[in-house]
C-alpha cells in the first residue's frame, strides 16, 4: 500500500486533472453516446462506465489524503483521532455510493413497512447524510491545515487550502501542485 501512496503523491498535477476532470467528462460523453444509439438501434447496453470512473476517482481521492495526512514527514504533531473518524465515515458513504451505483436487484425490490418505520429510516438517513458532510468539511480542513503545514508558507491563507481541499475535483490538482512546491494560482493571489 506504500508503494501505491507514494507512487499517488509524486503524481504531477496535469495527471491529477485527467483523472479528476477529463476522466469522469469522457466517461459521461461516451455513455451518452452509447445510450444515444441504443434508442436507435434497439438495443441496451449496459456497462457501468461512468460508476467505474467515479469509482477510480474515488480511490485515488482516498489514497491521496490518506497519504498527505500519513505518509508525509510530520513537521508538527497534531490530533488525528477525529480525522481517522471522519474519514471513514467518508470512505463508509463512497462504499454504500458505489453499492447502489451497481443496481443490484436487492436494491429494486420493493420493501413493504410501516409509514412511522419509514419516517425513522429516513430520519436516520438524512442524520448520516448530515454527519457525511461534517465528514467531508473536516477532512477537507484536516488536509488544508497539513499541506499548510507542510508548505510553512505565511503568504497565502489557511482558507485557501481549505477551499481548494473543498473543491475536490478541482482544488487537489492546486495542493499537489503546491505540495510539489510547484507555481500555482495560489502564488498569483498572495502577490
Known amino acids: 500500500m506504500e508503494k501505491i501512496t507514494s507512487k499517488i503523491l509524486s503524481l504531477q498535477p496535469v495527471t491529477f486533472i485527467m483523472l479528476f476532470i477529463i476522466l469522469p467528462f469522457v466517461s459521461a460523453i461516451i455513455t451518452g453516446i452509447i445510450t444515444f444509439i441504443g434508442f436507435f438501434a434497439n438495443f ?34 497534531s490530533e488525528k483521532k ?20 451497481l443496481e443490484m436487484d436487492i436494491t429494486k425490490k420493493p420493501i413493504l413497512l410501516e409509514n412511522s418505520t419509514w419516517t425513522i429510516l429516513e430520519a436516520l438517513g438524512s442524520l448520516y447524510t448530515l454527519i457525511v458532510l461534517a465528514s467531508y468539511i473536516y477532512v ?42 510547484q507555481k500555482t494560482i495560489f502564488d498569483l493571489i498572495s502577490k
Do not use: M
Open 44 to 77: 441496451e447496453f449496459i456497462f457501468p462506465l461512468l460508476l467505474i470512473s467515479a469509482t477510480i476517482v474515488g480511490i485515488v481521492y482516498f489514497i491521496w489524503v490518506w497519504g498527505v495526512v500519513y505518509h508525509i514527514e510530520q513537521k508538527e504533531v
Open 82 to 101: 477525529y480525522f481517522n473518524i471522519s474519514f471513514w465515515i467518508l470512505f463508509s458513504y463512497g462504499l454504500i455510493r458505489f453499492i447502489l451505483g
Open 140 to 181: 477537507s480542513y484536516f488536509v488544508g491545515k497539513k499541506v499548510k503545514l507542510l508548505q510553512n508558507d505565511d503568504q497565502i491563507s489557511e482558507f485557501f487550502y481549505f477551499a481548494a481541499a473543498w473543491c475536490f475535483p478541482i482544488g487537489i490538482p492546486f495542493l499537489q501542485a503546491k505540495r510539489l512546491n
